[in-house]
């Protein structure tokens, strides 16, 4: 009987963490864009200096990822992330992040020793003060949204794996 009661609890407590892993977005992208609006264009400099903004993308995708070097849960997707961008059409997908690290120096830093491909942004401003974080309403990094052809809102999440699956399903 107390082998069934320690094997009950050892489910219990494994779909408790299960579910708790499935409901990260409701914990911590509550106040993301909802899919259908319009996202917010901004013009941000890249790692080569040069202007970009998200309205150079209209006719494709876009992942557009909310992050900083010094974030734990940032740092262990990029290889997914990286992944993700060898198996995407350039054609069809571009892969757009957006930091909010304290530094320039940290930023650039980081991206080159993790040889982070895609189109790599800083924001100067501190995240909590920064317009494309209000605009994003990031509360939480990394977030992530999909942006469709149309420069339109598809999804919005914390979680890397669903950018992927809605990727992989069209």
């Known amino acids: 009987m107390k082998r069934i009661i320690a094997i009950s609890l050892g489910l219990l407590m494994a779909m408790g963490l299960f579910a708790q892993e499935q409901d990260l977005d409701l914990q911590y992208a509550t106040e993301l864009l909802k899919p259908g609006t319009p996202a917010p264009d901004f013009t941000l400099t890249d790692i080569n200096g040069h202007d970009v903004s998200l309205r150079d993308f209209r006719g494709r995708q876009v992942v557009l990822v909310f992050?900083?070097?010094?974030?734990?849960?940032?740092?262990?997707?990029?290889?997914?992330?990286?992944?993700?961008?060898?198996?995407?059409?350039?054609?069809?997908?571009?892969?757009?992040?957006?930091?909010?690290?304290?530094?320039?120096?940290?930023?650039?830093?980081?991206?080159?020793?993790?040889?982070?491909?895609?189109?790599?942004?800083?924001?100067?401003?501190?995240?909590?003060?920064?317009?494309?974080?209000?605009a994003y309403h990031v509360k939480w990094i990394p977030s992530l949204y999909l942006i469709d052809e149309q420069g339109k809102v598809a999804l919005s999440t914390v979680v890397l794996e669903k950018i992927a699956k809605a990727l992989n399903s069209k």
């Open 67 to 134: 992050w900083a070097s010094w974030c734990p849960d940032c740092r262990a997707e990029v290889p997914a992330l990286k992944e993700m961008q060898t198996q995407a059409d350039p054609r069809k997908v571009a892969f757009v992040a957006v930091s909010f690290d304290r530094t320039k120096e940290a930023w650039e830093k980081y991206v080159k020793e993790n040889e982070m491909t895609g189109v790599q942004l800083f924001e100067t401003a501190p995240r909590k003060e920064s317009e494309i974080n209000t």
